[in-house]
């Protein structure tokens, strides 16, 4: 139970092991916790959940706890992707949501995240104080023996909350059965879909791609995302080829994240029926991956920056962007170009969501393939992603390859790649001492020009050149990212900062 933990996105662990009824209950109280220590218990909290196993379980568990504590839930029906469970906070005006997801993990993983009133991702300061509640509950337990809940229709360990609560939190898990709260009214099971799509078609020049539809390959992953962003295209007279449109819990046998290694079947599809885009969407999603028509796949970092130059040049948007720390600077050579702020954030969407929702950041993005931009909820949003998409190429008349030309005519270019290293135990712990004082004067000949060591070591190195090394806080791995001006260089800057490291 002391794993228990909330990362970048949650707590996530694997089904059975660590993620059980039991602790699911434990996370809940804790949330429940905040949200009426908070005063926010009346406006309701909405619980979605992916297409993993047993996630409609784990969503009733949920439902029951947040009930015995006399919050009221809008419970979503079926899978449900993580920027829809968001939006529907601001729909409902509710004080936040329980999303149930492990997003891009592997299939034995599952996940829990509160997504606060603002619609998107936990700030640090709020997760810790969720943690502080959980911790508490966790002492609690441990001190008294665990008994295990039911995974359904069953009370608890607590047992049935009464009328009223005696004080706003509780460090014993309080539940009530589903039943009883329809029965007071305080259990309302929603339909999103027609709001969401309503409210992406707020963002998305619809009227562009219905003057030129597109012939476009759509690939949920088997995740929630199924019946969204095809019913969305199809509506606007694209179209629409979908597959991999059932759930399935282990995902077809691969890892549902949209990047090129497994999108196989959507190259294929997209080559097989000549289609004009394959667009992807992972476990839950709120990622996104692109496909152009000779099945090409067009990385997140690309994506992002093509968008950018979309809305800048089409919409006429403009606004400061936001980006990770390991995101491509193209962002910056072509914001530079309109006179707008770039802001650089630690790796995490929340510090991206925060630029959004403070900062009225035009588009903020990750190179793992998270982007929003102003008008929509400050949530990755991969449905969102491959809308815009299928706007730009729908609009501008090019592919994404097309127009990746147009943007390296006029800012040059910039080629970029993250490789994962593994590492053992005892060489990671020497690294990481290697880190604190890594400041060399240059890499492959490039002088170092500056070192940023908010999330990992970043140089940036003379000629809009950088490397970022960032550890993983859970394995014996690092990640290293190169961006450089060719390939020649970003593979002479990768090989030099792995002998100076040692890696």
Not at 273 to 289: E, I, P, V
Not at 329 to 346: G, N
Not at 416 to 437: A, G, M, N, P, V
Request: hydrophobic letters at 40%; aromatic letters at 8%.
């Amino acid at each position: 139970m002391s794993q228990i933990k909330f990362g970048t996105d949650g707590w996530r662990a694997i089904v059975a092991d660590t993620f059980t009824f039991a602790n699911v209950q434990r996370v809940t109280q804790a949330i429940a916790n905040y949200v009426n220590q908070h005063d926010l218990g009346s406006k309701g909290v909405v619980v979605g959940y992916d297409n993993r196993f047993l996630a409609d379980r784990f969503a009733a568990t949920v439902t029951e706890v947040l009930l015995g504590n006399q919050i009221p839930v809008y419970l979503l029906p079926g899978g449900t992707p993580t920027p829809v469970t968001a939006f529907m906070i601001q729909h409902y005006q509710a004080a936040g949501a329980v999303m149930l997801t492990a997003s891009h993990n592997p299939p034995e993983y599952n996940g829990i995240k509160f997504i606060p009133e603002y619609a998107g991702p936990a700030l640090p300061a709020l997760t810790d104080e969720i943690e502080s509640y959980l911790h508490k509950i966790l002492a609690e337990t441990e001190s008294k023996g665990v008994t295990r809940s039911k995974p359904e229709g069953g009370s608890g360990e607590a047992g049935e909350a009464g009328p009223a609560l005696e004080g706003k939190i509780s460090h014993r898990v309080r539940s009530l059965p589903l039943e009883k709260g329809r029965q007071a009214g305080n259990l309302k099971e929603v339909e999103p879909k027609a709001a969401y799509l309503e409210q992406l078609q707020s963002v998305v020049d619809v009227a562009g791609i219905r003057r030129r539809p597109l012939k476009v390959v759509v690939d949920p992953m088997y995740g929630c995302g199924i019946g969204y962003l095809d019913e969305f295209l199809r509506v606007l007279g694209c179209q629409v080829e979908a597959i991999h449109t059932h759930r399935d819990p282990l995902f077809g046998g691969i890892v549902p994240e949209p990047m090129g290694k497994w999108l196989a079947d959507l190259q294929e599809a997209v080559i097989r029926s000549n289609a004009d885009l394959g667009l992807a969407t992972d476990g839950d999603a709120d990622r996104f991956g692109v496909v152009d028509r000779k099945g090409r796949y067009i990385s997140a970092n690309q994506v992002l920056y093509l968008l950018l130059h979309y809305l800048l040049q089409t919409r006429k948007y403009r606004g400061p962007v936001a980006r990770t720390v390991a995101t491509t600077h193209m962002l910056d050579r072509i914001a530079r170009r309109y006179s707008l702020e770039v802001e650089e954030t630690a790796v995490g969407f929340k510090f991206i969501g925060q630029s959004l929702l403070e900062r009225g950041a035009l588009l903020g993005g990750e190179e793992s393939g998270g982007l929003s931009i102003h008008g929509h909820v400050p949530e990755k949003d991969g449905i969102l992603a491959a809308a815009l998409v299928t706007e730009m190429v729908a609009v501008s008349g090019q592919d994404p390859v097309q127009l990746m030309e147009t943007v390296a005519a006029q800012y040059g270019e910039l080629i970029s790649e993250r490789i994962d290293i593994h590492t053992s135990l005892k060489d990671k712990q020497r690294i990481l001492e290697t880190l604190k004082d890594f400041y060399p004067a240059a890499v492959a000949g490039f002088p170092v020009i500056k070192r940023i060591a908010h999330d990992g070591v970043k140089l940036q190195l003379e000629g809009d050149n950088w490397l970022l090394i960032r550890a993983s806080g859970t394995e014996p791995l690092f990640r290293l990212y190169v961006e450089a001006g060719n390939e020649k260089s970003m593979r002479s800057i990768q090989a030099d900062a792995r002998r100076l490291l040692g890696l």
